[in-house]
Protein backbone atom coordinates (compact mmCIF):
# COMPACT_ATOMS: atom_id res chain seq x y z
CA UNK A 1 0.00 0.00 0.00
CA UNK A 2 0.76 3.38 -1.07
CA UNK A 3 2.20 5.71 1.95
CA UNK A 4 -0.02 9.56 1.32
CA UNK A 5 -1.18 12.08 3.31
CA UNK A 6 -4.98 13.73 2.61
CA UNK A 7 -5.45 18.01 2.67
CA UNK A 8 -7.78 18.89 5.13
CA UNK A 9 -7.42 22.49 3.95
CA UNK A 10 -4.76 24.81 2.51
CA UNK A 11 -4.45 28.38 3.48
CA UNK A 12 -1.87 30.87 1.09
CA UNK A 13 0.55 32.78 3.36
CA UNK A 14 2.55 34.41 0.87
CA UNK A 15 2.04 35.11 -3.09
CA UNK A 16 5.13 36.56 -4.64
CA UNK A 17 6.52 37.00 -8.08
CA UNK A 18 8.31 33.47 -8.02
CA UNK A 19 6.69 31.47 -5.03
CA UNK A 20 3.20 30.84 -3.71
CA UNK A 21 3.52 29.66 0.08
CA UNK A 22 0.85 27.61 1.78
CA UNK A 23 0.59 26.62 5.37
CA UNK A 24 -1.59 22.97 5.22
CA UNK A 25 -3.64 20.87 7.38
CA UNK A 26 -2.72 16.84 6.58
CA UNK A 27 -4.56 13.63 7.56
CA UNK A 28 -1.47 11.31 8.56
CA UNK A 29 -2.32 7.60 7.33
CA UNK A 30 -2.73 6.82 11.09
CA UNK A 31 -5.64 9.42 11.58
CA UNK A 32 -3.58 12.20 13.30
CA UNK A 33 -3.19 15.58 11.68
CA UNK A 34 -0.23 17.76 10.91
CA UNK A 35 0.97 20.47 9.26
CA UNK A 36 2.56 21.56 6.11
CA UNK A 37 4.27 24.40 4.88
CA UNK A 38 4.54 24.23 1.10
CA UNK A 39 6.43 26.63 -1.31
CA UNK A 40 5.09 26.30 -4.50
CA UNK A 41 7.05 26.82 -7.50
CA UNK A 42 6.31 26.71 -11.65
CA UNK A 43 9.66 24.49 -11.74
CA UNK A 44 12.63 25.36 -14.08
CA UNK A 45 14.41 23.93 -16.87
CA UNK A 46 18.56 23.38 -16.95
CA UNK A 47 21.20 22.20 -20.54
CA UNK A 48 24.10 20.64 -20.32
CA UNK A 49 25.47 22.31 -23.47
CA UNK A 50 28.60 20.40 -25.10
CA UNK A 51 30.98 21.60 -27.54
CA UNK A 52 32.39 19.52 -30.18
CA UNK A 53 35.60 20.09 -28.48
CA UNK A 54 34.02 18.18 -25.57
CA UNK A 55 33.67 21.40 -23.36
CA UNK A 56 30.83 22.38 -21.00
CA UNK A 57 29.18 25.77 -21.31
CA UNK A 58 28.46 26.63 -17.18
CA UNK A 59 27.25 30.17 -15.83
CA UNK A 60 29.22 31.56 -12.62
CA UNK A 61 26.61 33.96 -10.93
CA UNK A 62 26.03 35.38 -7.51
CA UNK A 63 23.22 33.78 -5.70
CA UNK A 64 21.88 36.35 -3.25
CA UNK A 65 20.38 33.51 -0.79
CA UNK A 66 24.39 32.00 -0.31
CA UNK A 67 26.17 35.48 -0.76
CA UNK A 68 28.39 33.76 -3.19
CA UNK A 69 28.70 32.85 -6.77
CA UNK A 70 28.03 29.84 -7.97
CA UNK A 71 28.77 27.44 -10.79
CA UNK A 72 25.38 26.18 -12.44
CA UNK A 73 24.47 24.56 -16.15
CA UNK A 74 22.62 27.35 -18.02
CA UNK A 75 18.74 27.09 -16.52
CA UNK A 76 16.16 29.55 -15.78
CA UNK A 77 12.19 29.46 -14.14
CA UNK A 78 9.47 27.93 -16.20
CA UNK A 79 6.49 30.44 -16.78
CA UNK A 80 3.15 28.95 -16.03
CA UNK A 81 2.28 25.70 -18.06
CA UNK A 82 5.39 26.49 -20.38
CA UNK A 83 7.03 23.12 -22.10
CA UNK A 84 10.07 22.79 -20.31
CA UNK A 85 12.09 21.79 -23.09
CA UNK A 86 11.04 24.86 -24.72
CA UNK A 87 12.21 26.84 -21.60
CA UNK A 88 15.31 25.18 -22.02
CA UNK A 89 16.44 26.11 -25.13
CA UNK A 90 15.25 29.62 -24.68
CA UNK A 91 17.70 30.15 -21.41
CA UNK A 92 20.36 28.00 -23.53
CA UNK A 93 20.08 31.00 -26.50
CA UNK A 94 19.78 33.73 -23.54
CA UNK A 95 22.58 33.12 -20.67
CA UNK A 96 24.93 31.59 -23.38
CA UNK A 97 23.99 32.66 -27.02
CA UNK A 98 23.75 29.22 -28.38
CA UNK A 99 21.39 26.70 -29.77
CA UNK A 100 22.01 23.22 -30.90
CA UNK A 101 21.04 20.70 -33.42
CA UNK A 102 20.43 17.61 -30.61
CA UNK A 103 18.80 17.58 -27.22
CA UNK A 104 18.95 14.69 -24.75
CA UNK A 105 16.29 14.27 -22.57
CA UNK A 106 17.91 14.20 -19.31
CA UNK A 107 14.65 13.47 -16.76
CA UNK A 108 13.90 15.44 -13.99
CA UNK A 109 14.51 15.99 -10.43
CA UNK A 110 12.90 17.42 -7.27
CA UNK A 111 15.51 19.60 -5.31
CA UNK A 112 13.87 20.11 -2.46
CA UNK A 113 11.56 17.52 -1.38
CA UNK A 114 10.54 18.11 1.99
CA UNK A 115 8.53 21.07 1.35
CA UNK A 116 9.05 22.73 -2.02
CA UNK A 117 7.10 21.84 -5.06
CA UNK A 118 9.46 22.71 -7.74
CA UNK A 119 10.80 20.58 -10.54
CA UNK A 120 13.81 20.71 -12.65
CA UNK A 121 13.77 19.25 -16.11
CA UNK A 122 17.26 18.61 -17.15
CA UNK A 123 18.88 18.25 -21.06
CA UNK A 124 21.86 17.54 -22.69
CA UNK A 125 22.63 19.57 -26.29
CA UNK A 126 25.05 18.74 -28.64
CA UNK A 127 25.63 20.07 -32.19
CA UNK A 128 25.61 23.99 -30.82
CA UNK A 129 25.81 26.91 -32.93
CA UNK A 130 26.18 30.27 -31.66
CA UNK A 131 22.90 32.90 -32.45
CA UNK A 132 24.10 35.47 -29.75
CA UNK A 133 23.75 36.23 -25.76
CA UNK A 134 20.83 38.35 -24.72
CA UNK A 135 20.75 38.47 -20.92
CA UNK A 136 17.37 39.71 -19.02
CA UNK A 137 18.44 43.45 -17.56
CA UNK A 138 18.63 42.27 -14.16
CA UNK A 139 20.71 39.29 -14.88
CA UNK A 140 24.78 39.63 -14.66
CA UNK A 141 26.89 36.26 -14.91
CA UNK A 142 30.11 35.05 -16.73
CA UNK A 143 30.02 32.13 -19.40
CA UNK A 144 32.57 29.55 -19.19
CA UNK A 145 33.48 26.91 -21.56
CA UNK A 146 35.35 24.12 -19.59
CA UNK A 147 36.20 20.61 -20.66
CA UNK A 148 33.49 18.01 -19.38
CA UNK A 149 36.36 16.21 -17.36
CA UNK A 150 37.43 18.90 -15.41
CA UNK A 151 33.62 20.10 -15.01
CA UNK A 152 33.34 16.25 -13.76
CA UNK A 153 36.05 16.75 -11.73
CA UNK A 154 34.51 19.96 -9.80
CA UNK A 155 31.46 18.23 -9.43
CA UNK A 156 33.51 15.45 -7.52
CA UNK A 157 35.02 17.29 -4.92
CA UNK A 158 32.84 19.47 -4.39
CA UNK A 159 33.29 22.78 -5.79
CA UNK A 160 30.33 22.56 -8.24
CA UNK A 161 27.32 22.00 -5.72
CA UNK A 162 24.07 23.54 -7.25
CA UNK A 163 21.90 20.31 -7.46
CA UNK A 164 20.80 20.26 -10.78
CA UNK A 165 24.02 20.68 -11.87
CA UNK A 166 25.34 18.14 -10.02
CA UNK A 167 22.81 16.12 -11.34
CA UNK A 168 23.23 17.12 -15.02
CA UNK A 169 26.64 16.61 -15.06
CA UNK A 170 26.73 12.56 -13.06
CA UNK A 171 23.47 11.31 -15.30
CA UNK A 172 25.61 12.57 -18.64
CA UNK A 173 28.82 11.16 -17.25
CA UNK A 174 26.87 7.80 -16.88
CA UNK A 175 25.20 7.60 -19.88
CA UNK A 176 28.10 8.85 -22.10
CA UNK A 177 29.88 6.19 -20.34
CA UNK A 178 27.21 3.15 -21.83
CA UNK A 179 27.96 5.17 -25.37
CA UNK A 180 31.69 3.91 -24.64
CA UNK A 181 32.55 7.64 -25.29
Known amino acids: MAHTEKTLNSQEIFKGHVIRVTLDKVEL ?80 IYPTVGYDSEKIYMYAAEGLRTTGQHLDPDEFLDVVRLPFDQVLEMVLSGEIRDSKTVAGVLKFAVLRSRRGQ
Open 29 to 108: ENGDTSMREIVHHHGGACVLALTDADEVYLVRQFRYAFGEEIWELPAGKLEANEDPFEAAKRELAEECGVTADAYTDLGV
